[in-house]
């Protein structure tokens, strides 16, 4: 395993993490989730990422639970919170009250006396910025918090806060965490740049576009019964043929690489310096042990280059 900083921070992590979205206190079985996540500490994945609203806590206890007999020195842990935890009208967004709520019962949930990262899953419109980032970095000054985060924010929303933390000496961002694959690039334009100009790393989310760029899915209107399409509507509005067909010729280029689908995609996310680690989801354990295997491999410029042709967008 390869490790890499957090932005301009000190902090490193693995290249490969372990998420827990649509997967771990709900989606997948209990013992598949514990043994996916104890396949990918002894692999080398130093990193673990959840969130208070991943089926309601239940996957920040998971995720606790399963990491509780490690040293607690040898993992970064992840969190996040915006969305509704409840029917109050303080029970979601980036207020104090909010913040300081959420962040005790996810350290509580998770069984742990200071969070790694703290995310703010989204930007909230309906609360001062100012007053996100200085209940931020008080739990920061506390020990509670050790970095902050963002997710999904704009460039300009990053820049704003940068700004604020700036004038006020407050904790700055140090990551963005947005999706990012090979038919998701958005973030090129604006983010990564941002990113590399202000020091904040990118933890990207999706890398294998939700199953697609496995190479799994043979046709958009015969999907396995078992697979997330099948089961998630978001998921199976992503996949057309188009998509496929180009898959299957990726997936051809990564044979002769002798790689598997899934590994050529991350690599080819990982040749992004900005990049801290590429985020994966793991139903079972064999899974981790293929994607963590795209580690430290090195795509040549023509490699890249019958990507982008493949890729045509």
């Not at 970095?147 to 300009?156: F, H, K, L, M, Q």
């Not at 793991?282 to 963590?292: G, L, T, Y």
Request: hydrophobic letters at 40%.
């Amino acid at each position: 395993m390869f490790y890499r900083r957090v932005g301009s921070s000190g902090l490193k992590v693995s290249e490969i993490s372990l998420g827990s979205w649509l997967t771990y206190g709900g989606y997948v079985e209990r013992e598949n989730a514990i043994l996916a996540i104890e396949q990918a500490y002894d692999l080398g994945v130093n990193f673990f990422d959840t969130a208070n609203v991943y089926e309601q806590g239940a996957a920040e206890e998971l995720v606790g639970q399963t990491l509780a007999p490690y040293p607690r020195h040898s993992y970064v842990l992840a969190t996040k919170m915006y969305f509704p935890m409840g029917e109050g009208p303080n029970d979601q967004g980036l207020s104090r009250k909010h913040i300081m709520d959420q962040a005790h019962a996810s350290m509580k949930r998770l069984g742990l006396d200071y969070i790694d990262i703290l995310y703010c899953h989204r930007y909230d419109e309906d609360t001062p910025l100012e007053e996100t980032l200085r209940a931020l970095d008080d739990l920061v000054t506390q020990g509670k918090v050790l970095y902050i985060g963002v997710s999904e924010w704009t460039a300009a929303q990053m820049a704003e806060s940068h700004e604020i933390a700036s004038r006020y000496l407050l904790d700055r961002i140090v990551v963005n965490q947005p999706m990012y694959n090979m038919f998701e690039r958005s973030i090129e334009k604006e983010i990564i740049p941002f990113g590399e100009q202000k020091g904040i790393g990118q933890v990207v989310f999706s890398p294998l576009a939700q199953g697609l760029l496995t190479g799994k899915y043979n046709s958009a209107s015969n999907l396995p019964e078992n697979s997330r399409a099948a089961k998630l509507d978001f998921v199976r509005d992503g996949i057309t043929d188009d998509k496929i067909a180009k898959v299957k010729q990726l997936g051809k280029l990564a044979e002769q690489l002798e790689l598997s689908m899934s590994q050529l995609a991350i690599a080819w996310i990982l040749r992004q310096k900005n990049v801290a680690s590429a985020l994966v989801g793991a139903s079972r354990p064999e899974q981790v042990v293929e994607n963590v295997r795209a580690s430290g491999i090195q795509l040549s410029a023509d490699v890249l280059e019958q990507i982008e042709r493949i890729l045509d967008n």
